[in-house]
């Protein structure tokens, strides 16, 4: 049996990129028949990834059968996950958010969890010696995403071992990191062939914030202003888009990678609400930005209130 390897839905570089990252590690040193999985599109850094590095962008799915063989990464979240991820025999989790629960195992296993910028530089601490053998575009991918979930250190997710990995790595490839970086957020940013509900779920996960279901959605980009000049038909398609995801809101944060500021979209009077007391912002327009805040993870989703 194939050991299925994936993150979570709306899938960012590190849920693209770790998946193969462990899938490699998985075949190449402990001999376990391995496959990365996506469960949705790559956003467009991601698709950089795949093309900058040669791989194969690993074959989508949108549900597990009955005893598959899983190994879980980048999210524990059951609502981020394949309805059927209960049904599998879930083997490993690797992760570095919060630990939500309501996942079911079928016997005790390994999870490792820790407070890391990344999935991929914990998997790289997990690998040990190992990670030597790393190939350059597992090694690639691996930079990619420490790059991307720190935005290259700027995050307030960076730890300094999360900035060490990644310069390590960065020194064996002979990469510039500034160059590219730059080259990643450029990609991230071409969002011209997308529609606004595209754009909505890109990268976006659900949460419930008193008794509210929101989906918070987040797109950091070096050009705000191509996203900020969509706002009015952003902000009809979020009717929609909640509806059809049965949530009550969309919440979308527009962070400026360069200016270290987010710009949030505010369509309603609940929105402006959400605003003023999670960021203590004051809001006049249907726009707030909010100065410093980059992290969905550590600095939108633990103030959220409504």
Not at 35 to 42: K, S, T, Y
Not at 191 to 207: G, H, I, N, P
Not at 223 to 234: E, F, G, H, T, Y
Request: glycine letters at 6%.
């Amino acid at each position: 049996m194939t050991t299925l390897v994936f993150g979570h839905k709306s899938p960012d570089t590190d849920s693209t990129g770790s998946p193969i990252v462990w899938a490699w590690y998985l075949n190449e040193v402990k001999g376990v028949k391995a496959a990365p999985r996506l469960l949705g599109e790559p956003n467009t850094e991601a698709a950089f990834m795949l093309k900058h590095w040669g791989l194969t962008k690993p074959e989508i799915i949108s549900d597990v059968a009955e005893g598959d063989a899983v190994v879980i990464v980048d999210t524990n979240n059951p609502a981020e996950l394949p309805p059927s991820i209960n049904k599998a025999d879930i083997q490993g989790i690797i992760d570095h958010h919060k630990l939500v629960g309501g996942l079911e195992t079928k016997g005790p296993i390994d999870i490792t969890i820790r407070p890391l910028a990344c999935t991929a530089t914990l998997m790289i601490d997990l690998m040990g010696e190992d990670a030597a053998k790393m190939p350059k575009e597992i090694k690639g991918a691996a930079l990619t995403c420490i790059l991307s979930d720190t935005l290259e250190f700027r995050s307030p997710t960076t730890t300094p071992h999360d900035r060490a990995v990644a310069e390590k790595l960065a020194a064996e490839l002979g990469v510039d990191i500034p160059a590219y970086a730059s080259e990643m957020f450029a990609a991230k940013s071409d969002v011209s062939t997308f529609s606004d509900a595209e754009l909505l779920r890109m990268d976006s996960k659900e949460y419930n914030v008193g008794g509210k279901e929101f989906r918070v959605s987040v797109l950091e980009t070096t050009a705000p202003k191509v996203i900020l000049d969509r706002k009015d038909s952003l902000m009809a398609s979020m009717v929609n888009v909640a509806k059809e995801d049965g949530a009550d809101q969309v919440l979308l944060f527009v962070v400026d990678i360069l200016k270290e500021e987010a710009t949030l979209l505010v369509p309603n009077a609940l929105v402006k609400t959400v605003a003023e007391k999670s960021f203590g912002a004051v809001v006049t327009g249907d726009l707030v930005v909010l100065p410093g805040i980059m992290s969905r993870k550590k600095q939108i989703i633990p103030n959220l209130k409504v």
